[in-house]
């Protein structure tokens, strides 16, 4: 059975939703079209999210963008969430 594009964004959703914040959209250069090109890094394993479907892949970083997934620097934010654990008394990471 193939899933449809809506199933599969489903098994999908928790990087805009429920872990969205373990989730980095990292710019790495520009499509032919102009509109940015990203790689999708998650911050909790520092493993990159392969997704062959381009069609759904370019989906799935669509509605990370509407989410407002962050966008940089995976390190960046990684730093920046030690900062915060430190300053509300959590061993961070």
Known sequence: MNATIEERLRDLEYMWTTRKDDHVL??????????PRYFIQD????????IED?????????????AGVYVG?????????????????????
Do not use: W, Y
Not at 43 to 50: D, F, L, Q, W
């Open 26 to 35: 990292v710019p790495i250069g520009v499509n032919p079209n102009g509109s």
């Open 54 to 66: 381009n069609d759904l892949a370019e989906e799935v970083k669509r509605r990370m963008l509407d």
């Open 73 to 93: 620097d995976p390190e960046e934010i990684q730093f920046r969430k030690a900062i915060i654990r430190k300053r509300l008394g959590r061993q961070a990471p």
């Open 43 to 50: 911050i909790s394993t520092s493993h990159g999210v392969i």
